[in-house]
């Protein structure tokens, strides 16, 4: 079983993205700017934002970091926002979810210039995507197919299954490998046998959020397997795969930590990027 590095692959990507963004500097004389909103005092949300800061400053971005409290006023995040995407230094703008209750996430994600939606959850965004036009992709499933693709560059013709249908994972997941001609099937809560579906897999991927929901004997011989769960248990972080298990029978297999995680930050310096050359254009 060969054990896909995420942590290598996405220190590769943010070098490439540092040169990138030397690059740009000296044709522009600007270099890409992100900006995090943060709304309330929730400690992952905290740690996700200093992360993403940190490894943005690291790569060369412009980043900035605005704070509110939990009470803040809808229509004070909604006017930010606005002002965001007239501002011409910021290339990408990312709302960290959840959102205290008071405040409404669509409208949120909805006042996001498309342009500037660095996380992809726009309508315009997740329908070019669906439509296989020029998007903005959702951080977390792009950093899924960028380590499939670097595993396995050909995956035309291969029988892939997404476990998970969210907006945020399973869907556009989903997407990237019909772009890619595989054979995808989706399953959900509601799918009748998931062992015997994963048993057709060339290539799953996990995005549930159930420790260990897939078992050693739910993966037929020389699949890849992509393990997107993050779950707190009291054996501490494991994913929705049983790593023990699939690794004896998966040809290739994400840890948890250090597979999908660390792509997914490396993705949204990416995606700021990318907002930015296509404003150059
Ligand atoms: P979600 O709760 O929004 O969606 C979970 C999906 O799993 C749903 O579509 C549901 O239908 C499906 N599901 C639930 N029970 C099922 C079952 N028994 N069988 C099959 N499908 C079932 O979750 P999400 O936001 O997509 O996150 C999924 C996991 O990925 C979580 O553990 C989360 O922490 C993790 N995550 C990791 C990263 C990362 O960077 N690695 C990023 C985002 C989310």
Request: aromatic share 4%; charged share 25%.
């Amino acid at each position: 079983m060969i054990l896909i590095d995420g942590k290598k692959v996405a220190a590769e990507l943010r070098a490439e993205l540092k040169e990138e963004v030397a690059e740009l500097k000296s044709k522009h004389n600007k270099v890409p700017g992100l900006t995090v909103i943060l709304i309330g005092d929730l400690t992952p949300s905290q740690i996700y934002v200093r992360n993403k800061e940190k490894s943005a400053n690291e790569v060369g971005l412009k980043s900035e970091v605005i704070q509110y409290p939990d009470s803040v006023e809808e229509k004070t995040v909604l006017e930010k926002i606005q002002e965001l995407n007239s501002d011409e230094t910021v290339s990408g703008i990312l709302v960290q979810l959840p959102l205290p209750n008071h405040i409404d996430k669509q409208k949120v994600i909805e006042a996001i210039d498309p342009s500037k939606d660095v996380d992809g959850f726009h309508p315009m965004n997740v329908g070019n995507l669906s439509s296989g036009y020029e998007s903005s992709i959702p951080c977390t499933p792009l950093g899924c197919y960028l380590l499939i693709k670097k595993f396995e560059p050909n995956l035309s013709g291969k029988k892939a299954v997404v476990v998970g249908r969210s907006n945020l994972n399973g869907k556009p997941m989903t997407q990237l490998l019909l772009k890619e001609n595989c054979t995808v099937t989706i399953t959900h809560s509601k799918t009748k046998d998931l062992k015997a579906e994963c048993l057709e897999a060339d290539i799953i991927v996990a995005a549930v959020g159930i420790p260990e929901l897939v078992r050693g004997d739910w993966v037929k011989k020389d699949a890849i397997v992509i393990d997107v769960g993050i779950n707190k248990t009291d054996k501490g972080i494991v994913g929705d795969v049983h790593f023990d298990e699939v690794s004896k029978n998966a040809k290739a297999l994400t840890p948890v930590p250090g597979g999908v995680g660390p792509m997914t930050i490396a993705c949204l310096l990416k995606n700021t990027i990318d907002c930015f050359k296509r404003s150059q254009i």
